[in-house]
């Protein structure tokens, strides 16, 4: 079965920097677009950075500048760079791959708590 392995969360200062990996199995990796959510306490899930199979990056506007998502086909990960953090930024982020043109569905990991905070 498909499984998405976040890692990397945890509590940070303001303007501190971490690094979110997300380890995929049970798709083909290099064919599937993947991003990062996250979902504040009393907010709604919302996009913070995507990447398609090609390497093509989109990022939420809060991101840009700050975030970098890249990705590892070779080892079936994709990554989140995160800098200068802000408060703002406390959150779950959940790991997300697909749809593709052959399989509709989209793929969600558990989520990783990423708290910022001094």
């Known amino acids: 079965q498909v499984q998405l392995v976040e890692s990397g969360g945890g509590l940070v200062q303001p303007g501190g920097s971490l690094r979110l990996s997300c380890a995929a199995s049970?798709?083909?990796?290099?064919?599937?677009?993947m991003a990062w959510y996250r979902q504040g306490t009393g907010k709604q899930r919302e996009l913070v950075a995507r990447?398609?199979?090609?390497?093509?990056?989109t990022y939420a506007d809060s991101a840009k500048g700050r975030f970098t998502i890249s990705r590892d086909n070779a080892n079936n990960t994709v990554y989140l760079q995160m800098n200068s953090l802000k408060p703002e930024d406390t959150a779950v982020y959940y790991c997300n791959a697909g749809p593709t043109g052959l399989d509709p569905r989209m793929y969600w990991g558990q989520g990783t708590q990423v708290t910022v905070s001094s």
């Open positions: 990447i398609t199979s090609g390497g093509t990056t």
């Open positions: 049970g798709i083909i990796f290099r064919i599937y677009a």
